[in-house]
């Protein structure tokens, strides 16, 4: 899950607690600067009314986008200025923190050029941690006490309900379940408890064409429409290759939005989302940019059925839960009962949480969706780490990053491959409403991290930035 809200343009959430600084940067006594200042006082204050009032008086652009920004407020806990970069009398650009997540972010704010310095615009894009502010690491006792203090807090601030699975050489090191499975029945969360994981089953997918790429069944370099041969957009078909749809380089488009929610019970094959979404033409040039496809993977999905002669659920029961021995892992219909799978649960307008039943897609698909335990995740990270389910060169290949994204990583096939303190890391994270995940594998001082919540993002996402920002060196 990767929403622009309103007031910022990030692909990832990185979590954990804010460092300390010993000297507060100075704000410039510009216009600017008061509006950054109003702004930060405002929003930073928890009240939606004072944060409304603010909006009404310097900052009228954004009163309708209150309800997307309240949200975010609430996934931030506000921010703290770190460092100002550029100042001009109507334009501030500032490093800030938000102060829930240890997230670090450019602000830029622009004013009008006459008085009353009506605020323009302001944009937050998250930047990866400054070195000078990245908190130093811990020993692996240190970090696994400070983990426990950290998820007590989350969970009885109610922040966190989930699992967490931390490893080391394959074996666990600290294991614990935090918060209600079932709120309604009073069920606590288990490390056997199956969580929803949204987009981490893209992961899956992405092995599984390089499982076939290996086998000389697909050509990475080949277009699409060489294995979809009917596909409706002949643009699309013959101009976006598979690598292109691995690393979201394909300019396919996403599918979640209000034609989503409308249709989204209808929508119970891959083939289904290709009749609603085929014909529609590219949103950019193939390999110009980078953009989040949840659709690119809908369509490798399709081409993973087309070669196999597999559906894609059965393919990947096969040939990757199997051998990896994930036997708590699937993608069954949401109106199936499985048995010890979490009810998700998401904050609705008034702050309440509420199950996420509503917004729940037919089935998961090779985009995203299913659900998983952190024990899965980690003979999963086992199996691909000792080239179970690819060898090593192939491996390398699905893991080693290749576009930057706009958050400060790098994209490589279905995973992320990212720097937390300078320690590499790669895995994929997942989230929408009442469901969050996230999986970091990090071979040079062989830990692996997974978090699984059923709660909004960021929940998982803050644990799992919280230890790989601290991870010890070998």
């Known amino acids: 899950m990767q929403k622009v809200l309103s007031l910022l343009v990030v692909l990832a959430l990185a979590t954990g607690v804010a460092p300390p600084t010993s000297v ?27 944060f409304l009032a603010f909006l009404k008086s310097r900052y009228p652009s954004a009163i309708n986008r209150l309800d997307d920004d309240w949200q975010f407020r609430q996934m931030t806990g506000g921010f703290v200025v770190r460092a100002i970069v550029t100042s001009a009398p109507t334009q501030v650009v500032a490093t800030v923190e938000d102060l829930l997540n240890e997230q670090f972010a450019t602000m830029t704010v622009l004013t009008q050029s006459k008085a009353p310095y009506v605020i323009e615009r302001i944009d937050l894009r998250a930047i990866a941690t400054p070195a000078e502010l990245a908190p130093p690491p811990m020993s692996q006792s240190e970090l696994i006490a400070a983990l426990g203090s950290k998820l007590d807090s989350e969970t009885a601030a ?16 600290f294991a614990r379940a935090y918060g209600l499975a079932d709120r309604e029945h009073n069920v606590p969360n288990a490390l056997e408890t199956r969580f929803r994981m949204g987009s981490m089953n893209k992961m899956f997918t992405a092995v599984s064409i390089l499982q076939l790429a290996k086998a000389g069944k697909i050509n990475l370099d080949a277009p699409l429409g060489t294995y979809l041969t009917d596909y409706p957009n002949k643009d699309v078909a ?25 249709h989204r019970l209808e929508l119970r094959t891959l083939q289904d989302y290709e009749k609603r979404y085929g014909s529609r033409a590219l949103a950019f040039t193939p390999g110009s940019k980078w953009e989040y496809s949840n659709y690119g993977f809908v369509l490798l ?5 087309k070669v196999s002669g597999q ?8 040939h990757i839960y199997a051998p990896a021995g994930m036997t708590s892992t699937a993608s069954e219909p949401e109106n199936e009962a499985v048995p010890g799978r979490s009810t998700g649960y998401m904050l609705d307008p008034n702050g309440k949480l509420v199950p996420n039943t509503e917004t729940l897609p037919y089935r998961g698909t090779s985009a995203g969706g299913g659900y998983t335990t952190v024990g899965d995740l980690l003979k999963f990270a086992n199996a691909l780490q000792q080239n179970e389910l690819l060898d090593a060169r192939y491996t390398q290949l699905l893991t080693t990053g290749k576009v930057d994204t706009p958050a400060g990583g790098r994209y490589a096939y279905g995973f992320e491959d990212q720097q937390f303190n300078g320690l590499r890391c790669f895995g994929h994270g997942g989230g929408a409403p009442g469901m969050n995940g996230d999986l970091e594998i990090c071979p040079a001082d062989g830990y692996v991290v997974a978090v699984l919540a059923n709660m909004d993002p960021p929940a998982a996402t803050r644990i799992a930035n919280f230890l790989t920002a601290r991870l010890p060196a070998r």
């Open 158 to 173: 109610d922040r966190f309900s989930g699992a967490v699975l931390v490893a080391r050489d394959g074996q666990p090191v």
């Open 24 to 50: 507060a940067p100075r704000i410039p006594d510009t216009p600017a600067g008061h509006a950054l200042v109003g702004w930060l006082q405002a929003f930073d204050s928890g009240d939606r009314a004072t």
């Open 301 to 305: 999905g399709l081409v993973i059925e």
């Open 311 to 318: 559906t894609y659920y059965d393919y990947v029961r096969e």
């Open 238 to 262: 013959a101009q976006v290759t598979i690598a292109e749809l691995l690393d979201h380089t394909g300019g396919t488009g996403d599918i979640f939005g209000p034609d989503f929610d409308a």
